[in-house]
């Protein structure tokens, strides 16, 4: 039984960081493009980052680029999600996925597997 488990959520201050994890299990995730979206209330899930089964290539959501950092470690079945200079506007509970498309992206229907997500709040 595949499993996504995400860790590392919780509250945060304004400008502070945090970093997200998300841990596999029930199979390899090698050639899967990882990603992490988010959904805040009342809002649709949206997307934040995502990788490449190398890890070569990332995509970022504008709202997060340059202060977000996705990774992976293949050899852990694990993705991870820097989070710095945090800001209210990021409190939502994130989701980790992973998709077998090449390149899925933004696309959220293009990924196979979720985890149950993570809250993460950023107080002012």
């Known amino acids: 039984q595949v499993q996504l488990v995400e860790s590392g959520g919780g509250l945060g201050q304004a400008g502070g960081s945090l970093r997200l994890a998300c841990a596999a299990s029930?199979?390899?995730?090698?050639?899967?493009?990882m990603g992490w979206f988010r959904q805040a209330p009342g809002k649709e899930r949206e997307f934040v980052a995502a990788?490449?089964?190398?890890?070569?290539?990332?995509n970022y959501a504008d709202s997060v680029k340059g202060r977000f950092t996705i990774s992976r470690d293949n050899a852990k079945n694990t993705w991870y999600l820097q989070m710095n200079s945090l800001k209210p506007e990021d409190t939502a509970i994130y989701y980790c996925?992973?998709?077998?498309?090449?390149?899925?992206?933004?696309?959220?229907?293009?990924?196979?597997?979720w985890g149950q997500g993570t809250q993460v709040t950023v107080s002012s």
């Open positions: 996925a992973a998709s077998s498309k090449l390149n899925p992206s933004i696309n959220i229907f293009l990924y196979d597997y």
């Open positions: 029930g199979r390899t995730f090698n050639n899967y493009w």
């Open positions: 990788i490449s089964r190398s890890g070569v290539s990332t």
